[in-house]
Structure formats: C-alpha cells, structure tokens
C-alpha cells in the first residue's frame, strides 16, 4: 500500500485486456517491446498477461517477467488452483510479482456462466486469495461484473477476500454499464460498509461501451480509489478499456480539482501509443484525446491567432507534455552509422543488435537516396520494420510492378525461403492483389487476409508508407507491418512478416481460451 494518500497507482492491461480485443494479437517480441516502454513510462503494474489461457500467454509473463526492473508484473487467473499455480510459475522470476485472481459476482454471471451459488463462489474468494498468497504477498482479487453485482453479496466478497490477504480490490465494470454517479457512490459505499476496507488499495477497471470509461474511472478515484487499470489507445475488448494518456492527463491538466498524482512521465505518451498501434494495426482516430493526430492542431483562424499570441488561449496541456515533438529534420544521406546509432538511443532503441543496426542503416541511406529530408517518424517506421526480421525464415529480396490502367497487372517478386532465393511472376486485380498472388506462389498457404491497410508516416508525396496485413489460419489471427517509401514493397513486406509470425504460432501449441474478465 502507499504511503501517500494521493498516489494513485497506474495498472496497465494493453497486453492482456487490451490483447484480448480481436485481431490485436501480439508475439512475445511485441510484448517485450511495449513492457520496456510502460516500464519508461513509470507504470506501477504491468499485466503481461493470462498464463493459463495459452503457452504463448505463459511465456509472455515469463519473459516479461525477466526484463522488468521497477515495476510490478502481474499475472491473471480465475479461481481455480491451475491457473493461480500456472500465474505463479509464470511469474517466478519477477523481482516484484503480483497474482491478479478474479472471479463473478453478479447474480447473471453466477448463474449463467458459473453455475454456482453464492455460497460457493464466497468460498472461491477466500481459497483463489489465500492459494495465491502461498506465492506472493501481493494479491489482487476482482469480482467480474461488480458493478451488476448485489451490494451486500459484493461487501461480503470484499470484505472476506482481503482477509483471506488480498492487498488489492478491484472492483470492474466489465460490461461498460455504469455512469459517473453511479460508480462513485458504488466505491463510497464500499468504503463505508467494509470494515477492513483501509487494508487495501481500492482499484478500478472501466470498459468503453458507452463511452464513459475515463469518466467512470476519475469518479471513482474522487471517491477513494487508488488504482486504476487502463490501456494504451484505450484498447480492450468491444469499445475498449479507460485510455491510460486520458486519464494521467486529465490528472495532470485538473490537478487544482483532483489533487492526484500519476507518477507517469507523460512525456512518453506519443511514443507508447505509437508502438501500440504499429503493433496491432489499431490507428489512433485523428481526433482522439491526447494522442490523435488533430489532438494539438488549431484550424479556425481566430483559434490560430489566439494560439500564436498565446498558446493558453485555446490549449489546456503542451503538445511537449505529451511528447509531440514538432517534426524535426533529422539526417540526411551524410549522416554516419554512429549519427545514426545515436539517433536511434535518442528514440528509445537501446538494445539494438550489430547486424540489426547496419541493416538498418544500410535501409536508412537507400531512404536518403529517394527522400530529401528524413524525420524522427521516418526513422521509427524503417526501425520498427527492421525489428525480428532477422531471425525469420521468409525473407523479402526484390519486387517489380507492372500496373496502370492498361493492365495487366503484374509482380515479379523474390524472397528468401529457408536461405533459398525463389521468384514468382503472378497477375491479380491490381498491383496488390498481384503481389499477395506471387507470396502464395512462392510460398503456398491458405491464411485468409483479414486486414489491408495503407499510411503516411509523414507529409508529402515521397512520404514512406506503413503497411499492416493482418492474417488469419484455423482461428489464429496476426498482424504483419512493413514500412518503405514504395507502398507495393511495403506491403509484400508486411504479408511476409505476418506470415512469418504465423509459422512462428504454428510452432507453439496453445490451447483456444474464451476467456474475459
Ligand atoms: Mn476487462
């Protein structure tokens, strides 16, 4: 528990509420990735995910578990001994771990899903808690549906699940059904009818469906919580989870009215939330709070003109709070490898590998060649596409077009399977089309396209373009990226990439899991 009694703990769900929303899958590099830039961004508790629901969510919190220094890694699981001992293992060697155990408690959940009674899932709660304290003494106990929950039956699990050792009660709106008032008062009458409710950090988990998860979510706050569990870009299952960015910023804008703190550096906001997008395919909505394009751009003139005498006439937060950065020129075909190891330590790639790094660049100079003027975001892209490609069996090797209006349409592709290099010529309805019809050549598969989608990493007509393919075989789904100023290379890139990462899933057994909370 913390010492100071505006403190509010900041909980992230991104890869385990916010993977749970369809077609946002992520691999075990992914979440590596998004788990180094929560941990920057100074989240207290990172939830890496669900071990029990597959061996790829089992690995992820093991692994997650390793590279996280500061922050608490969490794991999830129902009441039962499997998964709180499968949640355990996963999470052995985190230097601060936490047991995330939940189960229902409102009368439909009960009946219908559980088919328990009362009695029984009161029981769950105590042996779920006290089974998870045998391993850590940070226990988080939830009771799913809270918020349709009976309010005597919901103090009698409260009350008894932080007795049992809970030192976290999280109180969710799974379905996104409460209002502001509603679920302050829900808290406020936790906090007057619990006894040993000051043993435990109170929590909060808000989901979108009506569009009031961050307002749900600071209602409670106001009215004693002191964790709040949230996503990057508000990802999550349906509408979404609360948005972490609109949260911390709504703390930080109205700290005279709130008086929380986040302990969130939200300078790092932009970056976060980029990486969660490229990673899922999931674009941020221009006129997103806090993280979409238009969130800092003034259009009406006399908006213009009160911003440029005075940025507060029209602007309550700096875009540099969040961490826009106006474009900046950053190298051009001079620049050495060492600029450009540099540049990349200044955009949070740290760990980047020899080989890595020299493709990398090798890509960047090609870059240089055909664009005049190169920016952080052009480097981000070409970065992010470079990632893990190494270790892949299909490689990209070299794409000719013919397309136009007189057709046909036409790809000469080459890729590198298994170290072998094999070309294909096909024809399809349009240059795309023909481009996917070469990979199935090359390499035949029966992955269906889920998912097409073009866009513009800067201004201009030479800007690079990012391409996401997301591929579904036998209910697996993954998401495929590929930057690159030619938006047909970009795109046999990203299909490449997400079959590469099918191959990888097909590898891994996992076992189909419906699982919500
Ligand atoms: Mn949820």
């Not at 294909?424 to 089309?433: I, L």
């Amino acid at each position: 528990m913390t010492k100071d009694k505006n403190q509010v703990r900041i909980f992230d769900t991104t890869m385990r509420d916010g993977e749970q929303s369809p077609g946002a899958s992520m691999n075990l590099e992914e979440k590596l990735r998004i788990a180094e830039v929560l941990e920057d961004l100074g989240v207290h508790i990172i939830e890496a995910g669900f071990p029990i629901a597959s061996n790829g969510d089992f690995e992820a919190v093991n692994e997650v578990s390793k590279i996280v220094r500061e922050s608490i890694v969490c794991g999830l699981a129902r009441a039962g001994r499997k998964d709180v001992e499968r949640a355990a293992a996963a999470l052995e060697p985190a230097k601060q771990k936490r047991i995330h155990t939940f189960i229902a408690t409102s009368p439909l959940h009960m009946r219908v899903k559980l088919q328990m009674e009362p009695d029984e899932v009161h029981s769950a709660v105590i042996d779920s808690v006290s089974r998870a304290r045998n391993y850590t003494d940070d226990v988080e106990w939830s009771s799913e549906d809270g918020t349709r929950s009976d309010h005597d039956f919901l103090c009698r699990c409260v009350e008894s699940a932080i007795k049992a050792g809970a030192t976290t009660v999280n109180i969710p709106d799974t379905v996104g059904y409460t209002m502001p008032d509603e679920y302050a008062a829900l808290i406020a009458m936790l906090f007057n009818r619990v006894p040993n409710i000051d043993k435990a950090v109170v929590s909060v988990h808000c989901h979108n469906d009506l569009g009031l998860a961050v307002a749900n979510s600071l209602a409670a706050l106001k009215a004693g919580a002191r964790q709040v569990e949230c996503t990057i870009n508000g990802l999550g299952e349906r509408a979404g989870n609360a948005a972490m960015e609109e949260i911390v910023m709504a703390m930080r804008t109205r700290k005279d009215l709130l008086q929380l703190e986040s302990g969130i550096h939200t300078e790092k906001i932009m970056r976060a939330s980029r990486l969660v997008s490229q990673i899922t395919g999931f674009v941020v909505q221009p006129n997103k709070a806090i993280v979409g394009a238009n969130a800092f751009a003034h259009e009406a003139g006399i908006h213009q003109d009160g911003v440029l005498k005075d940025a507060e006439t029209y602007e309550i937060m700096t875009p540099e709070s969040v961490g826009l950065k106006k474009s900046t020129l950053v190298m051009g075909k001079h620049s050495g490898r060492h600029a450009f190891r540099e540049k990349l330590r200044e955009l949070g790639y740290d760990n980047f590998g020899d080989n890595a790094l020299l493709e990398a660049f090798t890509r960047f100079k090609e870059l240089a060649d055909h664009k005049k003027e190169i920016f952080d975001e052009d480097i981000i892209a070409l970065v992010d596409d470079e990632i893990g490609r190494a270790s892949e069996r299909i490689g990209f090797v070299s794409l000719g077009i013919n397309c136009g209006s007189d057709g046909p349409q036409e790809a000469t592709l080459t890729l590198e399977v298994d170290g072998e290099k094999i070309s294909s010529t096909a024809r399809g309805n349009g240059p795309v089309d023909a481009t996917f019809n070469a990979i199935k050549e090359i390499f035949p598969h029966e992955a269906e396209l889920q998912l097409y989608q073009v866009h513009a990493v800067t201004e201009g007509t030479d800007a690079q373009a990012e391409v996401t393919v997301r591929l579904r075989e036998d209910g697996k789904l993954v998401n495929g990226q590929g930057a690159h100023i030619d938006t047909l290379v970009a795109s046999a890139r990203a299909y490449v990439h997400a079959l590469n990462k099918l191959l990888v899933k097909k590898r891994q057994k996992s076992s189909p899991a419906a699982l919500t909370a």
